[in-house]
């Protein structure tokens, strides 16, 4: 029986991770040797390879003991007090910041410098701790409220006016759903202010990504346990087909998974590399 094998197209890295890439391809073929501020994307696989090419990830506190070194800073954005150690350490920047993302931070920006913090609140929907939501915080000096869930929403003092933003990589129909809950329960005389600023790129994978795992009967999600959105897209798979397995990589494909299916998609997290994507691909070939 011959089984089809597709590797969904619309998978893989988003343009903010293949422009950190190639720039830290560009920087190592060069010097042969660049730091990077936290793993330049969260696939262990990926940061691995070019950590054989010369990339060093470090954290904030070994980048305060560094000097005269270029750093690369990741998709995700920085916090301005970043650049500050930087400036202090003679660190040459190589920014890779999603322009998305950098457009975002100066909004906040823009908004915390003209408005009172006393009467105001500044709202990111998003996950707390991720890299791009410090960054984000970091744009008001950390007095900006993290809203993972409606549920932190019982904090807030309605009666003041808030600004909501949005981590560039949530759920736009969640985010919706904030935006109606804050609306509801805002005082008269406070005003409510919110802006958009979902990647489209991203959130139209969710539709896209059910849409192919509808088309299969088994699915092979492939991405890194630490990836936010390799969980959500994963989520997104398993709501219209119950036979998708998330997977970390080629290894975790057995002969029992797929010996009954005839249709067998692959697809990844935006963090995912295609080149993982194709080996997966290639093992099932192999096991067939």
Request: aromatic content about 6%.
């Amino acid at each position: 029986m011959d089984v089809k094998i597709e590797i969904d197209k619309g998978s893989g890295f988003c343009f903010g991770v293949v422009k950190a890439i190639n720039k830290a391809e560009e920087e190592l073929s060069k010097d042969g040797i660049l730091y990077c501020l936290g793993d330049i994307v969260h696939n262990s696989n990926e940061v691995d390879r070019l950590g054989s090419k010369g990339l060093i990830t470090i954290d904030r506190e070994k980048m305060k003991s560094l000097n005269n070194v270029k750093l690369l800073l990741r998709a995700h954005g920085e916090p301005p007090q970043t650049y500050e150690i930087a400036k202090e350490n003679n660190i040459e920047i190589i920014d890779a910041t999603c322009p998305v993302v950098i457009k975002l931070q100066q909004k906040i920006k823009k908004v915390f410098d003209l408005t009172d913090s006393s009467s105001t609140i500044i709202i990111i929907f998003g996950k707390n701790g991720h890299a791009e939501v410090n960054g984000l915080v970091g744009q008001t000096n950390g007095t900006a409220i993290v809203v993972e869930t409606e549920d932190d929403l019982h904090n807030i003092d309605f009666s003041k006016d808030i600004y909501l933003f949005s981590q560039t990589t949530k759920s736009l129909d969640h985010f919706k759903s904030v935006i109606d809950i804050i609306k509801n329960r805002m005082e008269p005389t406070a005003k409510f202010t919110y802006f958009d600023t979902i990647c489209r790129l991203v959130a139209n994978r969710m539709s896209a990504i059910r849409d192919f795992a509808t088309s299969h009967d088994i699915v092979f999600f492939v991405s890194d346990k630490k990836s936010s959105n390799g969980k959500v897209l994963f989520n997104e798979c398993l709501s219209v087909n119950k036979s998708t397995f998330f997977i970390n990589d080629k290894t975790d494909v057995h002969i029992s998974m797929i010996k009954n299916a005839s249709s067998i998609g692959i697809c990844g997290a935006t963090s995912t590399p295609k080149w993982q994507m194709e080996e997966v691909a290639s093992q099932i070939k192999n096991l067939l």
